[in-house]
């Protein structure tokens, strides 16, 4: 598709399950970010993805999430154990331009943990 | 690290007048700046962007910014506020002199009053 897509736009589940938050960013983009939106938390950075290098996994809140990348494109974010404080809007953006990184998001997962 | 701060979670302007939407940052490096825009119930959305160059940037919307190293400023402005510019505003900034991640502010709700 012509933008960065993002599955499932809206997730509830319990306190406890795993859940998985996919992006499709758009093709050819070689950077990948997700970040977490919560009311009065700006957006939170979450994971970096860059070509073939390390990601940067600074901003994970904790062990319970992780991210990975396959073949430079798809990406899914994993919450294990899930929490009623990971209640969030996720966001992925992805970016082409490396020397400037402007961003292109997504519509963002919505997950509820009840 | 690099960090951006929004002091003000909310601003009022009437219709018609000119806006300001503050915000400071704090990079080792040459700072690459953003300002991005979110309308209700869709996703962010680039406005503009100061890699080098001329210290005034302008942007989508009849938006610009000004940079201001020596004040670590890069407000946002517009001269005529619309009601439609009602949205919330983050601004964001990246170390361009390393190939890392963009973090973001808290943003600001700017309110336009017809």
């Known amino acids: 598709g012509a933008g960065v897509s993002q599955s499932p736009s809206n997730k509830v589940t319990e306190k406890g399950k795993d859940v998985e938050l996919r992006c499709d960013p758009i093709?050819?983009?070689?950077?990948l970010y997700w970040y977490r939106q919560s009311l009065g938390q700006g957006l939170e950075f979450l994971i970096y993805?860059?070509?073939?290098?390390?990601?940067?996994k600074s901003g994970l809140p904790s062990d319970r999430f992780s991210a990975e990348r396959t073949g430079g494109s798809v990406s899914t974010l994993t919450i294990q154990r899930t929490q009623q404080e990971d209640s969030a809007v996720y966001l992925c953006?992805?970016?082409?331009?490396?020397?400037?990184?402007?961003?292109?998001f997504g519509e963002g997962s919505r997950l509820t943990v009840l | 690290a690099q960090s951006v701060a929004q002091p003000e979670d909310q601003v009022n302007v009437a219709e018609g007048n000119p806006l300001t939407v503050k915000c400071t940052y704090s990079?080792?490096?040459?700072?690459?700046l953003f300002w991005y825009v979110q309308y209700p119930n869709r996703g962010l959305q680039f406005l503009l962007k100061?890699?080098?160059?001329?210290?005034l940037v302008k942007g989508s919307y009849g938006f610009e910014a000004e940079f201001n190293k020596s004040q670590t400023s890069f407000h946002l402005k517009k001269p005529s506020a619309l009601v439609s510019d009602s949205a919330l505003y983050f601004c964001?900034?990246?170390?361009?002199?390393?190939?890392?991640?963009?973090?973001f502010g808290k943003g600001t709700r700017l309110h336009i009053l017809p």
């Open positions: 093709s050819g983009h070689t950077a």
């Open positions: 964001a900034v990246r170390d361009g002199n390393r190939d890392d991640k963009i973090i």
């Open positions: 953006a992805s970016s082409g331009l490396r020397d400037t990184g402007e961003l292109f």
């Open positions: 990079v080792s490096g040459n700072p690459y």
């Open positions: 993805f860059q070509g073939n290098s390390a990601p940067d």
């Open positions: 100061y890699i080098t160059g001329d210290n």
